[in-house]
């Protein structure tokens, strides 16, 4: 059992409180898989839950990511882990989610048209209530009507920027500015803001016990539910079931192949600003590609 002076006492406590069932775990097992956080299994042999834990500091991280959780439970569409409760325990943050019982394969056409419909919701404009992470980078979410502008400033300028302050100067600042300039012709679309899960590569998709998708571990904002699907498409993702049942339900609009480099490079300048190496490398040959279609 946990001792009483321990700050798994506190979180225990915490999901006691919370869930409204005493809640005595034993030992934390640890989860493997995570990129950022700390993950832990909590139980008592009544209930389970998933605790993530950071450094204290971080604590309005996994305010936004509970935030993100619930925005997308709301829409009753796709299977997201509930959060229960976050906080502080000395000096570590930590937030409380749904167990959930990842059972391994699962329904990819699913996980497709579920997403289909979670992207029918909208909040009429771009951006979110709050701002958030992707990875560990901040992801501002200012609201705007403009998704042009909205992506050249909050997302592929905010990343050169930060790449400019990382020391990732040079070519790809020149091309990245020119780019800023006139990636507008590149997006000739009217795209409506979709609650997108703003991270869905194939590690943050998974299926329970019952073959359901859930997705998880999020970076939610409204926006071109192309950004999404892209995302899909870069680092391993649901597999062609997946993109043939969610254009079955909202089919994407002529000129996405493109559009799709665009989305991507954020998460390939983000992955600059977070691991370096390569990715400066394949950043600059997709700006050179994009600025390759407009005529450059
Ligand atoms: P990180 O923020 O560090 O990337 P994740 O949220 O991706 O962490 O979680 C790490 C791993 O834990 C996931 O790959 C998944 O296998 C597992 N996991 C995530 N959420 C849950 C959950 N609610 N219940 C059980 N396991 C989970």
Redesign the pocket.
């Given at each position: 059992m946990i001792r009483s002076m321990d700050p798994w006492q506190q979180i225990a406590e915490h999901i006691g409180r919370a869930s409204g069932v005493a809640f005595h775990p034993s030992r934390p097992d640890s989860?493997g898989?995570?990129?950022?956080?700390t993950?832990v299994?909590l139980s008592d042999g009544r209930s389970r839950w998933?605790v993530?834990l950071n450094r204290a500091a971080l604590l309005p991280m996994f305010e936004a990511e509970a935030a993100g959780l619930e925005e997308m439970a709301d829409t009753g569409t796709i299977r997201v882990?509930r959060p229960l409760c976050l906080g502080c325990a000395g000096d570590q943050a930590y937030l409380v989610?749904?167990?959930?019982d990842?059972g391994g394969s699962g329904d990819s056409a699913a996980a497709g048209r579920q997403l289909a419909a979670m992207h029918r919701h909208s909040a009429g404009r771009f951006g979110w209530r709050m701002d958030n992470t992707i990875g560990s980078t901040p992801q501002p979410n200012e609201w705007s009507h403009d998704w042009i502008g909205f992506w050249r400033e909050h997302r592929l300028g905010f990343q050169l920027r930060l790449a400019a302050r990382h020391g990732h100067g040079g070519a790809l600042q020149r091309r990245g500015e020119r780019l800023l300039q006139e990636f507008p012709a590149l997006i000739d679309h009217d795209p409506v803001p979709s609650l997108i899960h703003g991270d869905l590569w194939g590690?943050?998709i998974?299926y329970d016990r019952a073959g359901n998708p859930v997705i998880?571990?999020p970076a939610v904002y409204y926006g071109d539910r192309e950004a999404e699907i892209a995302m899909t498409e870069l680092f391993g993702g649901p597999g062609a079931a997946f993109h043939t049942a969610y254009d079955e339900a909202w089919p994407l609009d002529p000129g996405y192949p493109v559009r799709r480099t665009l989305y991507n490079l954020y998460h390939i300048l983000n992955h600059l600003n977070l691991f370096g190496g390569g990715y400066g490398g394949q950043a600059l040959g997709m700006i050179d590609r994009l600025l390759a279609e407009l005529g450059h």
């Open positions: 989860i898989g995570g990129c950022i956080n993950a299994r998933f993530k882990p989610l749904e167990y959930i990842f590690g943050n998974g998880y571990d």
